[in-house]
């Protein structure tokens, strides 16, 4: 700690002001990201986002470093009575940062896609993993000038770090080395070992003049380092990779088992974890009302299928291939001139869409769900004449149906009678899943459709429910972009 009491308090003072403008510069680049990285077009949209970003960077990287330029003066006054003198602010290095930072926005997104994750999730993710990396790049603009004039100022015997009061394991370990000392001939550690800020780290530097007084907590920290260090069994290497995992274990930092575990710890990542999500269906919401508030010319069965309604099955993407729920809204949806597609299954609506596939589909006159006909028989050829007796030409069906190996629930595609010149006037089979177009009694010749479950339900004349349709279907490609 510093040695005279004012010291401490112009640190913690600092500090808070440092990491107030960290949060705020991360505020402002959540907007940037936003509003300059394309999740379907990331090769276009890349540099412009990294120009963006390290325009940002280099305005609050000046700002912390400014701001700890303000307080050096004040800070050298309170430990040593002379506060009379000039600090210099270090360049933010452009090209450097760029460098740093290139992986942070394309490469990040990639990642998390190949990882499995949905692109609004890997868009998210990404961007909170790259908030870490911004957050600690702001700080370096301070940190960088308090060590920098560490090293210039005759009086200062170095510099150390210090805490938010509750860190990891990692940042307490290097708390507890001490001040890094500028002086080769009094150097007791490596100076690289003081500057691993992590991302999201609360901590900042403090100029030493004199000795080093660690604090209680300090103390503490210390005592928890070498106790680890001295649980290891006889011969084992006591290097920090192995230390640290005991002080986790053992002791209450920020990253402890026994800190994550208390109810106040979970209660905060259940709400972040809620506000991420609520997040995510926000935006879906509002991207999909922009299209259902504008249609366009109602699509032919060529233009609404043939792939366009669920592309990520041909892409081979996770999701794609169990979400037949998702894929005859979204037909459906472009037949009536909404440039759509089909979601990934990834929500527990479309779980539920399983049990009542009529649920996204309402009759304005009656705002009632559209009534189901069970045409099933264990004839086959009485299954194709029910059919074709409902359905009306120009009209529109969906037809759900079980499987007779029982392993999967099921599927659901749609049935049109287009026009008297089409088939023959007879109704074909669009599955919007994967794209093909069948004739209905070829369709249900297959062994594997279990012909007693068929069901169906009209859906040309009813409307998409607006309200959970964000869950099933989204912006074309074409509307994102």
């Not at 808070?16 to 300059?36: E, G, K, P, Y």
């Not at 120009?51 to 700002?63: E, R, S």
């Not at 991207?287 to 109602?298: C, N, Q, R, S």
């Not at 026009?419 to 177009?437: C, E, F």
């Amino acid at each position: 700690m510093a040695s005279t009491a004012k010291g401490t308090l112009l640190t913690d003072q600092h500090r808070r002001r440092q990491v107030a403008l960290a949060i705020t510069a991360d505020s402002q680049m959540r907007r940037v990201w936003d509003s300059t990285l394309d999740v379907n077009d990331l090769d276009r949209t890349q540099p412009i986002w990294k120009k963006a970003m390290l325009d940002l960077l280099g305005q609050w990287w000046k700002v912390s470093a400014d701001t700890a330029a303000q307080y050096l003066p004040r800070f050298r006054k309170a430990e040593t009575g002379d506060g009379d003198i000039q600090v210099g602010v270090p360049r933010f290095n452009r090209s450097q940062t760029g460098k740093q930072l290139e992986w942070g926005g394309v490469a990040n997104v990639l990642w998390h896609v190949a990882m499995g994750q949905t692109q609004e999730a890997a868009y998210l993710a990404a961007r909170e993993l790259f908030i870490g990396m911004f957050h600690e790049a702001v700080l370096t603009g301070g940190r960088l000038t308090l060590q920098q004039w560490a090293a210039k100022d005759a009086r200062a015997s170095g510099w150390r770090r210090v805490s938010d009061g509750h860190p990891c394991a990692f940042c307490a370990m290097l708390v507890g080395r001490g001040p890094i000392y500028t002086s080769e001939r009094t150097a007791l550690l490596r100076k690289s070992d003081g500057e691993k800020f992590h991302p999201h780290c609360g901590c900042t530097v403090e100029i030493v003049y004199g000795d080093w007084n660690p604090s209680d907590k300090e103390k503490q920290w210390i005592d928890d380092y070498y106790r680890a260090a001295e649980s290891l069994p006889k011969g084992t290497a006591r290097t920090y990779d192995r230390i640290l995992p005991i002080m986790r274990r053992t002791g209450d930092y920020r990253d402890s088992h026994g800190y994550r575990s208390t109810p106040e710890y979970r209660a905060k990542i259940s709400k972040e974890r809620a506000e991420k999500r609520s997040e995510i269906l926000r935006k879906r919401e509002a991207d999909l009302a922009k299209v259902l508030a504008h249609p366009g010319k109602p699509m032919s069965i060529t233009q609404a299928d043939r792939g366009a309604s669920n592309p990520g099955f041909a892409d081979h993407k996770w999701g794609c291939s169990i979400n037949c729920q998702s894929c005859v809204v979204a037909y459906d949806a472009r037949r009536k001139g909404y440039d759509v597609e089909a979601r990934a299954r990834t929500s527990s609506l479309q779980d539920r869409l399983s049990e009542n596939p009529n649920g996204m589909w309402v009759d304005r006159a009656t705002g009632l769900n559209p009534r189901i006909l069970t045409v099933g028989s264990p004839n086959r050829r009485n299954v194709v004449d029910r059919i074709e007796r409902y359905i009306g030409t120009g009209q529109r069906w969906c037809m759900r149906f079980g499987y007779t190996n029982q392993r999967e629930q099921g599927h659901i595609v749609i049935i049109e009678r287009p026009s008297a010149r089409t088939n023959g006037g007879k109704p074909i089979v669009i599955d919007p899943q994967n794209g093909r177009i069948s004739r209905l009694d070829d369709y249900l010749e297959r062994d594997i459709i279990d012909v007693r479950s068929v069901r169906m339900f009209r859906v040309d004349d009813k409307d998409i429910v607006r309200k959970h349709a964000s869950e099933v279907i989204k912006p074309g490609k074409a509307v994102r972009r």
